[in-house]
Nanobody
Framework: QVQLVESGGGLVQAGGSLRLSCAAS????????MGWYRQAPGKQRDLVAE???????NYSDYVKGRFTISRDNAKNTMYLQMNSLRPDDTAVYYC???????????????WGQGTQVTVSS
């Protein structure tokens, strides 16, 4: 069974930094595009950043220059380095990935359970 597990969330003051991790586990044959999304209370879930298997990245305008997405394909893990955090970055951050499992070699989309990031002013 394939699953995504996020870690690294927490409480930080404005201007501070956090590093989120997302580890994919299970019988994984291939790990394609991966991304971070976030959802603040009462708002929709929005894309923060995404990264292809070849390392190509894409960022939302509100995190460009502050956040950096990366991945370690050998460890099936993705990271999000968040610098210069602001109170409006407060949200639950979710990991998302397209994964092909050995089970049936079908590409499926998976979500993690989310990790809370709170930025105090």
């Amino acid at each position: 069974q394939v699953q995504l597990v996020e870690s690294g969330g927490g409480l930080v003051q404005a201007g501070g930094s956090l590093r989120l991790s997302c580890a994919a586990s299970g019988t994984i044959f291939g790990l394609n595009a991966m991304g971070w999304y976030r959802q603040a209370p009462g708002k929709q879930r929005d894309l923060v950043a995404e990264i292809e298997a070849d390392g190509t990245t894409n960022y939302s305008d509100y995190v460009k220059g502050r956040f950096t997405i990366s991945r370690d394909n050998a460890k099936n893990t993705m990271y999000l380095q968040m610098n210069s955090l602001r109170p409006d970055d407060t949200a639950v951050y979710y990991c998302n990935a397209d994964i092909m499992a050995y089970m049936d070699y079908v590409l499926r989309n998976y979500w993690g359970q989310g990790t809370q990031v709170t930025v105090s002013s």
